[in-house]
């Protein structure tokens, strides 16, 4: 079975513009997360989609947003680009299950550089 | 405020010997608690899991503990080996994000 998968792998912007990250999630998961790492804050939770659905939702300003599409690939969009947005930017994968330990398979991650 | 800490930057342990990582959490909304590793250039690969009904659960070379009345997590790695070495990270399912993740312990094992 294939993994996570995420593109672009590296990126570099500049601060204004926007960008948008895909995550294809493990064939049979409905529930695609994002999560933002930093050196300062560590791995912080972005959010969560289920069926198309925002599920979940970490605390993140609004030029954070995202969307999962009906074969459950999602995307990650952040506008008006700032210096701190430079992160490693990780997807993970998951059944969706809310009974139980729902164990979540991360990608390899995109690296965004904001200049 | 911090839900969750790995009080320890990093371990430095010599192969075969134990490794033991820890975390201490606030929340008592936590219902699992998960233990991840990451290399670099990678993302975090899961480890092992426990509930918040037992006090231990092991997997191989893997044993995690939980001791709910201390909020306190730990993982033992026995024996521990050169390819053990990797930033591990403690994470929490069961409060309103859906992970909430320490900010990790790079281990070391040296040959």
């Known amino acids: 079975k294939a993994g996570v998968t995420q593109t672009p792998r590296y990126l570099i912007k500049t601060r204004g513009q926007q960008v948008t990250l895909s995550c294809s999630p493990i064939?049979?998961?409905?529930?695609v997360s994002w999560y933002q790492q930093t050196p300062g804050q560590g791995l912080q939770f972005l959010f969560e989609y289920f069926s198309e659905t925002q599920r979940n939702k970490g605390n993140f300003p609004g030029r954070f947003s995202g969307r999962q599409f009906s074969n459950s690939r999602s995307e990650m969009n952040v506008s008006t680009l700032e210096l701190g947005d430079s992160a490693l930017y990780l997807c993970?994968?998951?059944?969706?299950?809310?009974?139980?330990?729902?164990?979540?398979?991360f990608g390899p991650g995109t690296r965004l550089t904001v200049l | 405020d911090q839900q969750v800490k790995q009080n320890s930057p990093s371990l430095s342990v010599q192969e075969g010997r134990i490794s033991i990582l820890n975390c201490d959490y606030t929340?008592?909304?936590?219902?699992?608690f998960l233990w991840y590793k990451k290399y670099p250039a990678e993302g975090p690969t899961f480890l092992i899991s426990i509930s918040s009904i037992k006090d231990k659960n092991e997997d191989g070379r893997f044993t995690v503990f939980l001791n709910k009345s201390a909020k306190h997590l730990s993982l033992h790695i026995v024996p521990s080996q050169p390819g053990d070495s990797a930033v591990y990270f403690c994470a929490f399912q069961g409060g309103s994000e859906k992970l909430v993740f320490g900010k990790g312990t790079k281990l070391t094992v040296n040959p």
């Open positions: 993970a994968s998951s059944l969706g299950e809310l009974a139980g330990v729902d164990t979540q398979y």
């Open positions: 929340n008592s909304m936590f219902d699992y």
């Open positions: 064939s049979g998961h409905r529930s």
